[in-house]
């Protein structure tokens, strides 16, 4: 089984590549955000902890995690965001190699994960390869304003927080330009997954 991970900055297009190896590659994704959801639910392997780290305040009347009380508690509050950050990081990994082992298992071919810390996370020691997805200032502003509704001023201010463009490239084997049509980028990804790159 080969497993990739996705990277890149907000805006670069990781859906769309996302999408593409699972329709024409039969790729099992695993998207790191929707399983950290997935594991602050009750019963899962984040919830307890987080409440006895955080208290009953984080959640709602109905007992579930308050995204946005949890949020303007750890984003105001660098220690209390590292305290999470320690929580949830963790699980999801140890869920990601969980589903890697049941997939390989399963003969999968590909599998693919696609997160926003990848790099900072050491996902290069548990994936075989790092994909970077790159795409122009000007295409991602566009994109996140399109898309999203993002002001450039947002955009910006997401960004700033990230790698930079020589950061991901430095740390991924792979760099797919997703500037322009969905054409030229299906031929990149083409042209690793059959080896002619």
Same mark, same amino acid.
């Given at each position: 089984?080969?497993?990739?991970?996705?990277?890149?900055?907000?805006?670069?297009?990781?859906?769309?590549?996302?999408?593409?190896?699972?329709?024409?590659?039969?790729?099992? @994704?695993?998207?790191?955000?929707?399983?950290?959801?997935?594991?602050?639910?009750?019963?899962?392997?984040c919830y307890d902890e987080l409440?006895?780290?955080?208290?009953?305040?984080?959640?709602?009347?109905?007992?579930?995690?308050?995204?946005?009380?949890?949020?303007?508690?750890?984003?105001?509050?660098?220690?209390?965001?590292?305290?999470?950050?320690?929580?949830?990081?963790?699980?999801?990994?140890?869920?990601?190699?969980?589903?890697?082992?049941?997939?390989?298992?399963?003969?999968t071919e590909i599998f693919v994960?696609?997160?926003? @810390? @990848?790099?900072?996370?050491?996902?290069?020691?548990?994936?075989?390869?790092?994909?970077?997805?790159?795409?122009?200032?000007?295409?991602?502003?566009?994109?996140?304003?399109?898309?999203?509704?993002?002001?450039?001023?947002?955009?910006?201010?997401?960004?700033?927080?990230?790698?930079?463009?020589?950061?991901?490239?430095?740390?991924?084997?792979?760099?797919?330009?997703?500037?322009?049509?969905?054409?030229?980028?299906?031929?990149?990804?083409?042209?690793?997954?059959?080896?002619?790159?």
């Amino acid at each position: 089984m080969r497993s990739i991970g996705i990277t890149g900055g907000v805006g670069a297009g990781k859906s769309t590549v996302l999408s593409y190896l699972e329709k024409e590659y039969h790729a099992y @994704l695993v998207v790191a955000d929707e399983l950290a959801k997935e594991l602050e639910q009750p019963g899962h392997a984040c919830y307890d902890e987080l409440v006895k780290a955080f208290g009953t305040e984080i959640l709602t009347a109905e007992g579930l995690l308050d995204k946005k009380a949890f949020a303007a508690l750890i984003f105001s509050d660098e220690s209390a965001l590292q305290r999470a950050n320690g929580i949830i990081h963790p699980a999801v990994k140890a869920d990601i190699l969980r589903q890697m082992q049941e997939q390989n298992d399963a003969g999968t071919e590909i599998f693919v994960v696609e997160a926003a @810390l @990848l790099i900072e996370e050491n996902y290069d020691k548990i994936l075989d390869e790092l994909w970077y997805i790159y795409a122009e200032e000007s295409v991602r502003m566009k994109r996140l304003a399109d898309s999203r509704g993002y002001t450039e001023e947002k955009s910006r201010s997401i960004m700033r927080q990230q790698k930079t463009d020589a950061e991901f490239r430095s740390c991924c084997r792979y760099i797919i330009d997703n500037s322009g049509g969905s054409w030229e980028t299906q031929a990149q990804i083409d042209a690793i997954l059959k080896g002619t790159r």
